[in-house]
C-alpha cells in the first residue's frame, strides 16, 4: 500500500520529528520548506523541496504524487508583520489546500494551534468552545481552519490539529530563556505568581497524534491534543531547577507592569516575545483531549514536567553547538536583545 507523504515546512522543529518516525513507519518521506535541512541524521533518507507555500504555482507543482499532505508551514508570532503573516498563514495554506484536492491527497492534516482560543476563558477549552484569537498569528489560524473546512466540503479529507505550545530535543525558541537561565543558575523569570496551571505537549505525543489523524478513517474533525498531566509553573519548572541541582531561583514579575512592558518591547522589536506569550503565560491555559482520546484513540505519554526536563537536557548536552545561533525558528535560539541585557544583570 502506498505511503507517501510530504511534509510543509518539514525542515523545522516539527516537521523533522515527524519525518523520522514517519520513515520507522516505512512511509515516502518529502519535505517542502522556503529553510535547508539541517538534520543530518535525515540527509539522503529524505527527498527536499525547496519551495515557498506562497508560490502557487510551485506548491501545485510540488503536490503530485503524494498520498498524504502534513500543512505544518507557518509564521510564526515572532514575524508580528500582519502582511507577511497572513500571506504565508492564509494564502499558503490555501494554495496547499487547492493543489491537495486537485491532486487527489488521500488526506490532509493541517496544524492550527490552541492560540484560535485566545486567552482561555472556558477551562477546560474543548473543540466547540467560542474563538477569540490573540494577534495575528491567532487570526491567521482562524482562517486556515476555515479554509481546511471549505474544502472539506469540496471533497478534501482533511482533519485538523490544535496543539498546545510543544517542545522536546532540538526545541529552542523562547524555551531557551529558561534553559539557559537554570544552566547558568541565574534567575528564572515569569509572569505573574506561578500558580497557575500551564499545559504543554510533547513533540512525540503531537507526532503520534498527526499520524493518528492521518491514518484515521475519520475526517472533517478539528482535535485538541495537549499533555495529560501538567502542573503549575511553579512546580514544573520547579523540577527542571531540582533535577539540573541548579542554583537558580523562580522570580515573580508583576503581570500588568510586566505586560505593558513587553507589549512595549514588541512594538519597539526589542525582544521576540508577542502578546500570545505574555498575555495566557501568568493565567490557567489547559484544554480538553477527551475528544482526540474517543475519535483517534490518542493517549499523550509525556507529562509537563517529562517533557521540560527531557528538553533541557538536550539543550545541557548540546549548548555549545547552539549558543550562537539565532533566528526565527524553533530550532534555533530567538535574539531577546534588550531581555539578554536584563538577564545578566541577575
Same mark, same amino acid.
Given at each position: 500500500?502506498?505511503?507517501?507523504?510530504?511534509?510543509?515546512?518539514?525542515?523545522?522543529?516539527?516537521?523533522?520529528?515527524?519525518?523520522?518516525?514517519?520513515?520507522?513507519?516505512?512511509?515516502?518521506?518529502?519535505?517542502?520548506?522556503?529553510?535547508?535541512?539541517?538534520?543530518?541524521?535525515?540527509?539522503?533518507?529524505?527527498?527536499?523541496?525547496?519551495?515557498?507555500?506562497?508560490?502557487?504555482?510551485?506548491?501545485?507543482?510540488?503536490?503530485? %504524487?503524494?498520498?498524504?499532505?502534513?500543512?505544518?508551514?507557518?509564521?510564526?508570532?515572532?514575524?508580528?508583520?500582519?502582511?507577511?503573516?497572513?500571506?504565508?498563514?492564509? %494564502?499558503?495554506?490555501?494554495?496547499?489546500?487547492?493543489?491537495?484536492?486537485?491532486?487527489?491527497?488521500?488526506?490532509?492534516?493541517?496544524?492550527?494551534?490552541?492560540?484560535?482560543?485566545?486567552?482561555?476563558?472556558?477551562?477546560?477549552?474543548?473543540?466547540? %468552545?467560542?474563538?477569540?484569537?490573540?494577534?495575528?498569528?491567532?487570526?491567521?489560524?482562524?482562517?486556515?481552519?476555515?479554509?481546511?473546512?471549505?474544502?472539506?466540503?469540496?471533497?478534501?479529507?482533511?482533519?485538523?490539529?490544535?496543539?498546545?505550545?510543544?517542545?522536546?530535543?532540538?526545541?529552542?525558541?523562547?524555551?531557551?530563556?529558561?534553559?539557559?537561565?537554570?544552566?547558568?543558575?541565574?534567575?528564572?523569570?515569569?509572569?505573574?505568581?506561578?500558580?497557575?496551571?500551564?499545559?504543554?505537549?510533547?513533540?512525540?505525543?503531537?507526532?503520534?497524534?498527526?499520524?493518528?489523524?492521518?491514518?484515521?478513517?475519520?475526517?472533517?474533525?478539528?482535535?485538541?491534543?495537549?499533555?495529560?498531566?501538567?502542573?503549575?509553573?511553579?512546580?514544573?519548572?520547579?523540577?527542571?531547577?531540582?533535577?539540573?541541582?541548579?542554583?537558580?531561583?523562580?522570580?515573580?514579575?508583576?503581570?500588568?507592569?510586566?505586560?505593558?512592558?513587553?507589549?512595549?518591547?514588541?512594538?519597539?522589536?526589542?525582544?521576540?516575545?508577542?502578546?500570545?506569550?505574555?498575555?495566557?503565560?501568568?493565567?490557567?491555559?489547559?484544554?480538553?483531549?477527551?475528544?482526540?482520546?474517543?475519535?483517534?484513540?490518542?493517549?499523550?505519554?509525556?507529562?509537563?514536567?517529562?517533557?521540560?526536563?527531557?528538553?533541557?537536557?538536550?539543550?545541557?548536552?548540546?549548548?555549545?553547538?547552539?549558543?550562537?545561533?539565532?533566528?526565527?525558528?524553533?530550532?534555533?535560539?530567538?535574539?531577546?536583545?534588550?531581555?539578554?541585557?536584563?538577564?545578566?544583570?541577575?
Amino acid at each position: 500500500m502506498s505511503k507517501r507523504v510530504l511534509i510543509t515546512g518539514g525542515c523545522g522543529f516539527l516537521g523533522v520529528h515527524l519525518a523520522r518516525q514517519l520513515l520507522k513507519n516505512n512511509y515516502e518521506v518529502t519535505l517542502l520548506d522556503i529553510a535547508n535541512l539541517d538534520a543530518k541524521d535525515l540527509f539522503g533518507k529524505v527527498k527536499v523541496i525547496k519551495c515557498d507555500v506562497r508560490d502557487k504555482n510551485k506548491i501545485g507543482k510540488a503536490i503530485k %504524487n503524494y498520498d498524504y499532505v502534513v500543512h505544518a508551514a507557518a509564521a510564526l508570532p515572532i514575524l508580528r508583520e500582519k502582511k507577511i503573516i497572513f500571506d504565508i498563514n492564509i %494564502n499558503g495554506t490555501k494554495n496547499v489546500l487547492e493543489a491537495s484536492l486537485k491532486n487527489k491527497i488521500k488526506r490532509l492534516v493541517f496544524i492550527s494551534s490552541t492560540a484560535v482560543y485566545g486567552i482561555p476563558r472556558h477551562l477546560p477549552e474543548a473543540e466547540t %468552545n467560542p474563538l477569540d484569537p490573540i494577534g495575528y498569528y491567532g487570526e491567521s489560524k482562524v482562517t486556515g481552519e476555515k479554509l481546511c473546512l471549505e474544502y472539506a466540503k469540496k471533497g478534501l479529507s482533511v482533519n485538523i490539529l490544535r496543539p498546545k505550545s510543544f517542545l522536546g530535543p532540538e526545541r529552542l525558541g523562547v524555551f531557551e530563556l529558561w534553559f539557559e537561565a537554570i544552566y547558568s543558575g541565574r534567575a528564572v523569570f515569569i509572569l505573574g505568581n506561578g500558580n497557575n496551571r500551564y499545559q504543554l505537549l510533547a513533540v512525540s505525543d503531537a507526532v503520534d497524534a498527526i499520524i493518528k489523524a492521518l491514518e484515521s478513517k475519520i475526517d472533517g474533525e478539528i482535535f485538541n491534543i495537549g499533555a495529560l498531566e501538567f502542573q503549575t509553573w511553579n512546580q514544573d519548572l520547579g523540577s527542571v531547577i531540582k533535577h539540573a541541582k541548579s542554583k537558580s531561583r523562580i522570580i515573580k514579575l508583576p503581570t500588568i507592569p510586566s505586560q505593558i512592558l513587553l507589549g512595549l518591547l514588541e512594538i519597539l522589536n526589542l525582544s521576540p516575545i508577542a502578546a500570545w506569550h505574555y498575555k495566557t503565560m501568568p493565567v490557567d491555559s489547559y484544554i480538553s483531549v477527551k475528544k482526540t482520546e474517543k475519535l483517534l484513540n490518542w493517549i499523550p505519554q509525556k507529562s509537563n514536567e517529562e517533557l521540560l526536563i527531557e528538553s533541557y537536557d538536550w539543550y545541557k548536552k548540546h549548548r555549545n553547538e547552539i549558543i550562537n545561533k539565532v533566528g526565527m525558528t524553533h530550532r534555533v535560539g530567538w535574539n531577546f536583545k534588550l531581555l539578554n541585557l536584563i538577564k545578566n544583570i541577575f
